[in-house]
């Protein structure tokens, strides 16, 4: 273990601290911290928790803080370094003297508890469910969350929030403890402690009554009716998809040259919202030269892809394309890994905001990231169009050869040990040249989804800003939390901390 952690470049005998941007969420999945935009969210139990909680209020040896925690546990100082080793990876946990994040400023905070009226147990035979997801900080020891002003609404020990976790699906206080002790067998909380730690969460507003047909579990909980109706847009669109990609095979399978045809596949996986940039491209690429690449390629209209289920898409040889924002970032480069395991000689091409442009950012995008075979800058519609144009017949046979595409503007692409970088290309002047995909029936399969830009219209216009916006929208549809210091958005009736 000692070279794994050498390896992770984690010294055993330097100082580490608990990161103070790190913070944690409770979900209906349990414990975990906060997914980035590089790295997925990672699930902890007790172990992390105390560990993350100790090096909080300064910094400590990470040998000794291992020690101590495999004592405390019944462990090898070797398996808790190894920890040790993920929680900086993940960049939880910081050594002294390195960058650590976007911190808040000690100086904002409130310090000043929220008055909370009097704790009362709840009843055995009262169903409850934790608000979720419910975010908290680490701070000196304790996993604190705040009222969006700041102030303090409840502070918890480790084994607390993994008690209070205990509460994410709705039950009764008999199963919620019964789910603590099976997954918590070594935590001390005894049952009166458990009950008490109820209460508070209750009297905070974290612990919620459940009644499956008049539900009200708290602002920052969906309630049955809502799942009930977002499970049944979920599934129609998913069904809607899986018709059209069925359609859409039994045709082009008639076609003489049909079998011939490179797939083009786009990847998106949230249902919540046709993938705009994705459909214009693909929408732009269909019209280009009155449907001329529509005789080498398939563009199949699989706009939803669960990353669980890109398998299905990997059987042959393939054109696949991503949009990159800070918020999906992470997740399509998993899939766009794990399809370049599966299907090699497949092309990868990626773009949109988050994909870096400048020379050195996208040497070390491609160091970083081998799965990556193309990677557009700027508008993509027109070098889209044109990157199918020149690979025309080049793909499905063995290795692409990408070195035509030297000649395409606004790219870079690997060649060999190399990365090419082709000059800048002009913006698109009309933009009426752009088919939209709404008019073009391509999005035909979203029909059953929510509308998402009818309620950023009718939005109060409390916020200009288009981002934060659709950022309200989305918590809005979604029961999501958000963190912010902006005061103008807790006008909105959105759940927000800070």
Not at 34 to 62: C, I, N, Q
Not at 180 to 209: C, H, I, K, M, Y
Not at 341 to 367: L, N, Q
Not at 411 to 419: A, H, K
Request: some cysteine; hydrophobic content about 40%.
């Amino acid at each position: 273990m000692t070279s794994d952690v050498e390896r992770r470049g984690v010294d055993a005998d330097r100082r580490i601290r608990t990161s103070r941007s790190a913070m944690v969420a409770v979900s209906v999945a349990g414990i975990a911290l906060l997914r980035t935009t590089r790295m997925p969210a990672t699930p902890l139990d007790l172990v992390g928790l105390d560990l993350l909680a100790r090096l909080s209020p300064e910094s400590e040896v990470a040998a000794v803080a291992a020690d101590a925690v495999a004592a405390r546990f019944g462990l090898t100082t070797d398996v808790v370094l190894g920890l040790v080793s993920l929680l900086v990876e993940r960049g939880a946990l910081v050594a002294d003297g390195e960058p650590d994040g976007h911190a808040p400023s000690p100086t904002s905070s409130h310090p000043t508890p929220v008055d909370l009226p009097e704790a009362k147990p709840v009843g055995s035979d009262e169903h409850q469910v934790l608000a979720v997801p419910t975010v908290f900080r680490i701070h000196q020891g304790n996993f604190e969350h705040r009222h969006h002003d700041g102030r303090l609404v409840l502070s918890l020990s480790a084994a607390g929030l993994v008690a209070a976790s205990s509460w994410r699906e709705p039950c009764s206080s008999d199963d919620a403890y019964g789910r603590f002790l099976a997954e918590n067998p070594s935590n001390p909380l005894d049952r009166t402690s458990f009950d008490a730690l109820s209460a508070r969460l209750r009297v905070a507003g974290l612990l919620q009554p459940f009644d499956p047909d008049r539900p009200n579990n708290g602002h920052s909980a969906a309630t049955a009716d809502e799942n009930r109706e977002a499970i049944r847009r979920h599934l129609s669109i998913l069904h809607a998809t899986k018709v059209a990609v069925d359609q859409h095979a039994a045709d082009v399978a008639q076609l003489p040259d049909g079998a011939s045809r490179v797939p083009v596949i786009p990847i998106h996986e949230n249902w919540m919202i046709p993938p705009l940039s994705l459909g214009l491209l693909v929408a732009y690429a269909k019209a280009h030269r009155n449907g001329a690449l529509e005789g080498s390629y398939d563009f199949v209209p699989r706009w939803l892809i669960q990353p669980a289920k890109v398998s299905e898409v990997c059987g042959r040889p393939a054109i696949f394309l991503f949009s990159n924002y800070i918020w999906n970032q992470g997740a399509n480069l998993e899939s766009s890994a794990r399809i370049k395991s599966m299907s090699p000689t497949s092309i990868t091409i990626h773009g949109g905001p988050d994909t870096p442009k400048y020379e050195a950012d996208v040497e070390r995008y491609f160091h970083d990231h081998p799965h990556v075979d193309i990677a557009v800058r700027g508008e993509g519609e027109a070098t889209f169009a044109e990157i199918l144009e020149v690979l025309a017949g080049r793909v499905g046979h063995g290795p692409a050869d990408l070195s035509p595409l030297s000649d395409v503007a606004g790219l870079s692409f690997r060649l060999g040990d190399r990365i090419v970088t082709t000059p800048d290309r002009e913006r698109i002047s009309d933009l009426d040249s752009i088919p939209s995909p709404y008019l073009t029936g391509l999005f035909d399969s979203f029909a059953a989804g929510p509308g998402r830009a009818a309620m950023i219209e009718t939005l109060p216009w409390h916020h200009q800003d288009p981002f934060d916006r659709l950022l309200i929208v989305q918590s809005q549809m979604e029961n999501l939390t958000l963190l912010s210091t902006d005061a103008e958005i807790a006008r909105y009736e959105v759940a927000i901390i800070w």
